[in-house]
């Protein structure tokens, strides 16, 4: 069974980085075709993609955010991490981690952690 | 930015079909996936590569593709459908990036 859980900081100051640590389990992110992403959601508001890295070390980042985002993966520890920099109050949302197989679902995020929430204020 | 554009709602009666477009340039030549999300609770995986469905979602749930538009198609509607379905796809135009549709809230009357 595969499970992913997301952890890190409920609340952060505007200007602040925040980290967020996706820890998984029922799979290897050293296998072929996998790959472990970021995705949030602000209240009330649509699923937006932030950034995923693949098996092979290949990241990939929304460009919109690519500047203030960073992601990096322990396979021995089967955590992603995920840092974002100078945060701001329209950061707040609920952040998921997702994991991503070509070989079951090709480009679709076939599982989906519980989400964590942030909240950035002052 | 390459973008996703759903219809904000959709309503059916119960036992009804429901159909939830997502319209996007580049979906000719790439696959749409579409999520279930209920309140408080993660999205769900529903459809995969336009039309497969993953294990454990019932038939009802069915996808299909025309040119520019995806459809994401729920027959014989039930009170347990009611929730926000997005589409996804990718945008392979400059680098490999996921993008998210608008989403769509659909209700069960």
């Known amino acids: 069974q595969i499970t992913l859980k997301e952890s890190g900081p409920t609340l952060v100051k505007p200007t602040q980085t925040l980290t967020l640590t996706c820890t998984f389990s029922g799979f290897s992110l050293s296998t ?64 998921y981690c997702v994991q991503n197989s070509a070989e079951v679902y090709y480009d679709g995020m076939g599982v989906w952690g519980q989400g964590t929430t942030v909240t950035v204020s002052s | 930015s390459y973008e996703l554009t759903q219809p904000p709602s959709v309503s059916v009666s119960p036992g009804q079909t429901a159909r939830i477009t997502c319209s996007g340039d580049a979906l000719p030549k790439v696959y749409s996936y579409w999520y279930q999300q209920k309140p408080g609770q993660a999205p769900v995986l529903v459809m995969y590569k336009d039309s497969e469905r993953p294990s454990g979602i019932p038939d009802r749930f069915s996808g299909s593709s025309s040119g520019t538009t995806v459809t994401l198609t729920i027959s014989g509607v039930q009170a347990e459908d009611e929730a926000d379905y997005y589409c996804q796809s990718t945008d392979s135009s400059i680098t490999y990036l996921y993008v998210f549709g608008t989403g769509t809230k659909v209700t069960v009357l």
């Open chain 1, 32 to 95: 072929s075709g996998v790959g472990v992403g970021w995705i949030r959601q602000p209240p009330g508001k649509a699923l937006e993609w932030l950034a995923l890295i693949y098996w092979d070390d290949d990241e990939r980042y929304s460009p919109s955010l690519k500047s203030r985002l960073t992601i990096t993966k322990d396979t021995s520890k089967n955590q992603v991490v995920l840092t974002m920099t100078n945060m701001d109050p329209v950061d707040t949302g609920t952040y």
